[in-house]
């Protein structure tokens, strides 16, 4: 897929090494779920991926007026979704990232600037980066806390599932729930939610 | 060709933990019903093959909650099939018994740097070491059992059962077996005597030794009928004719459609002292009779029992005096005069007149029976003495050790002859095993000392003569008889107290008390002790028409001159 069918999701705002957020127009948050796949192109061809692991959608004072009164225009909605000032703030955890052509499932060196466009992967590239190496990147989203983890996990799996089945490689997600068991057979709370939200999948 | 096969052998786990003392610990990776207490596995490390024996399978989970909980119950089966794999295990407890080295891999430069330091084929030893954490570990395939337990020859290395599981054939080697002495237990049913009728069966046909049987229940020399099934049980006489004597206990002995070959008959003059004194619990003998027994040795000498029982008891006769005093033929007289206690003599006088009734014990026999008996062993036949109608605890008692005491002590002088060389002519003492049934009645506690057989089991191979123990209850058997046994083959047992007489005197007992309180009811034995390079369960081979149709096949003879040679009767000179 060429770098123009690619879809932009949204500009970044601020990043550090192991996550950034992206902002965007509220009429823009169709593309963007949680879970799915989407990567930074930096200046010196360096690919930052990254999960999106949480939208958050700020509120302003307009906003709190608005719904503080006791009907609300439906014109008033309509120029909030269009014309709103704050943007959608997307959470996106980094996983891993490319150069050269090799994907790593490390941090990345330096984190991406601000202003840089944030694409979602298409299934070619979810394929591309989730099938290599043996998920290394599971441990960059089990290391995440106060969020819930087996819900980006379950919603990233279902993804790369199809995109897998689809690509000829239906073994690869039981590959990603036997090395999930494994990584969290000690934590037997963790493990079960982990499960008990794949369960929905079947 | 030996590598090929362990390529494709099935692996079943892999280490990860355990030691020497502790058995090797195993995680199992395949299901664990395909795996049995028993079964006989490989681990491959470093070079080394280890050999050793699964004694116990042991459910574990990586977090106790994962066994607890049914998941399967809340999770897709594909989910809770992953998550049970990952989490919930089977663990094999494996003895290891021998290792043997095998060099890199066959086929690269350092395999033939490796065969030019070790020219010789390389020999399962004993277990000096462990193998590393995950190595491998297999069933063993026939390839690895014919390595440790020999390939059946069709002599002396003889096919006794097969592995459990995949029916590998398991083979021992009879020369060694009756090496030293061994036995054969097992509870009524358990098959112990159709094992004891095809050792003995391979035992005659390999042709290295002469087996001497006391079969009191006469079920070895002729056929019979199964006790179970009712089939028809083929005897050793018909499917070895001449190299089998049937000897009868007695005239007139027979055995159905048979004739006894020989009737033996024993000299009155044979009877030691000591013979009769074994006899006390059966006689009921009082604690004076050994005097008793002494004096009249000392007065009459071999021919005591004779004069004695020829003595009147009661009679006397008035002296010059008009006295009454014991008449000169009577018990009284000859105890007054030899200084013992008249009431003491008169006892055993009447307590003997039981074995005076015996049909077999004659003053002056027509026949040399026991010479013909121990001509004819020595000739490389067998002997079967059947006990016909004269089968009570006293005449088994009394024959099997008077019989077998005679022989030792020929075979002693044979021996003692062939080691001072000072004839060129004298010969090799033929390997001699006596077969004794109900051994615990000869090998217990209070007659273990006095036995001319605890005394063959003890000095072992000295003088050529070894026993074939065949018995229900070892427990029953003198410890220091049992801890003598070189081979022990054992059914199943059901008494606790047995099942540690087996064991006693061997390392692992206590993995192995486990195996042999499991074995089958029936067709089930376990292989220890000295004769075996390691234990081993094994399915009993059957003891049916196919068995003698593939022992007495005779194109499949054994292969070298030597072993041809020593068949045919001309030991080798390498027998020593």
Not at chain 2, 28 to 38: A, D, F, H, K, N
Not at chain 2, 244 to 260: D, E, M, R, Y
Not at chain 2, 365 to 381: C, Q
Not at chain 2, 482 to 511: C, H, W, Y
Request: net charge negative.
């Amino acid at each position: 897929m060429s770098e123009e069918t690619k879809i932009l999701i949204g500009k970044l705002l601020r990043a550090d090494n192991h996550t950034f957020v992206a902002g965007c127009r509220t009429k823009d948050l169709v593309a963007p779920a949680l879970g799915a796949l989407c990567k930074v192109r930096l200046e010196d061809g360096l690919e930052i991926y990254g999960l999106i692991g949480n939208i958050v959608i700020n509120d302003d004072s307009l906003v709190r007026q608005l719904v503080s009164g006791i009907s609300i225009p439906t014109e008033y909605t309509e120029d909030n979704r269009h014309n709103r000032n704050l943007p959608v703030e997307i959470n996106v955890v980094c996983v891993g990232f490319g150069q050269d052509g090799k994907i790593y499932h490390r941090l990345p060196p330096r984190p991406p600037l601000s202003l840089d466009a944030l694409y979602l992967c298409d299934d070619e590239e979810l394929v591309r980066f989730t099938g290599t190496g043996r998920y290394g990147y599971f441990r960059h989203i089990l290391r995440l806390e106060d969020q819930p983890v087996e819900e980006i996990l379950t919603a990233h799996l279902a993804r790369a599932r199809q995109a897998h089945a689809r690509g000829g490689r239906p073994d690869w997600y039981t590959g990603a729930c036997k090395e999930l068991i494994v990584l969290l057979r000690d934590d037997y709370e963790g493990l079960m939610n982990v499960l008990n939200a794949l369960a929905e999948l079947e | 060709m030996e590598e090929m096969i362990s390529a494709q052998a099935h692996v079943i786990g892999y280490v990860v933990g355990g030691g020497l003392e502790a058995n090797l610990q195993v995680r199992l990776t395949v299901p664990p019903q395909e795996v049995q207490e028993g079964s006989f596995v490989v681990v491959d490390s470093g070079g080394w093959r280890f050999y050793g024996l699964v004694t116990d399978l042991q459910l574990g989970s990586t977090n106790p909650r994962f066994a607890d909980e049914q998941s399967e119950e809340r999770l897709p089966r594909q989910l809770a099939e992953l998550l049970h794999g990952q989490t919930l295990y089977t663990n094999l407890a494996v003895m290891p018994v021998l290792m043997m080295e095998r060099g890199p891999e066959l086929g690269t430069k350092e395999y033939s740097q490796w065969k030019d330091l070790h020219p010789d084929e390389a020999k399962p030893i004993t277990v000096k070491t462990v193998p590393s954490h995950h190595s491998p570990v297999m069933l063993a395939d026939a390839a690895d059992i014919a390595q440790i337990f020999g390939t059946d020859n069709h002599a002396e290395i003889f096919t006794i059962g097969y592995t459990r599981e995949q029916g590998h054939p398991v083979c021992m080697d009879l020369d060694k077996f009756v090496k030293r002495s061994s036995g054969i237990f097992g509870t009524t049913g358990s098959g112990k005597s159709f094992l004891a009728r095809m050792i003995l069966a391979g035992l005659i046909h390999a042709n290295h030794a002469s087996a001497l049987i006391f079969d009191m229940h006469n079920e070895y020399g002729p056929d019979s009928s199964s006790s179970d099934t009712g089939a028809a049980v083929p005897g050793l006489k018909g499917k070895f004719g001449g190299k089998i004597q049937l000897v009868g206990l007695g005239a007139g002995t027979s055995f159905g459609k048979l004739n006894a070959d020989l009737s033996l008959e024993i000299a009155q003059s044979d009877i030691t002292s000591e013979d009769v004194l074994l006899l006390s619990q059966a006689l009921n003998l009082n604690e004076t009779a050994a005097t008793v027994l002494a004096a009249l040795e000392r007065d009459f000498g071999q021919n005591w029992f004779s004069e004695f029982m020829s003595m009147e008891t009661g009679t006397s006769e008035q002296d010059e005096n008009g006295k009454s005093v014991p008449a000169p033929d009577s018990v009284e007289a000859w105890a007054g005069a030899s200084n013992v206690h008249p009431k003491s003599a008169l006892a055993l006088h009447q307590k003997l007149g039981r074995l005076r009734s015996k049909t077999y014990l004659i003053a002056d026999p027509a026949t040399k029976g026991l010479k013909a008996i121990i001509e004819s062993l020595e000739h490389g036949n067998s002997v079967i003495l059947s006990f016909g109608k004269s089968n009570t605890e006293l005449d088994y008692l009394l024959v099997t050790n008077l019989i077998t005491r005679k022989i030792r002590d020929h075979w002693e002088e044979r021996t003692e002859a062939f080691h001072a060389k000072k004839d060129s002519k004298v010969t090799e003492p033929r390997p001699l095993v006596v077969v004794v049934e109900e051994a615990h009645k000869l090998l217990n506690r209070e007659m273990a000392s006095q036995t001319i057989f605890s005394t063959i089991a003890r000095e072992m191979r000295k003088y050529y003569v070894t026993l074939l123990i065949i018995d229900q209850r070892p427990s029953q058997i003198y410890d220091e008889v049992m801890s003598q046994l070189g081979t022990r083959i054992s059914g199943s047992l059901g008494d606790e107290d047995d099942i540690n007489a087996v064991l006693s005197g061997l390392p692992g007992r206590g993995a192995l008390r486990g195996m042999l309180s499991k074995l089958q009811a029936k067709e089930e034995a376990l292989l220890l002790g000295w004769g075996v390079p390691m234990p081993i369960p094994i399915r009993s081979r059957r003891y049916d028409d196919k068995f003698w149709e593939v022992l007495l096949d005779d194109t499949k003879g054994p292969k070298t001159i030597d072993e041809a040679s020593r068949a045919l009767g001309f030991g080798g000179d390498d027998t020593d």
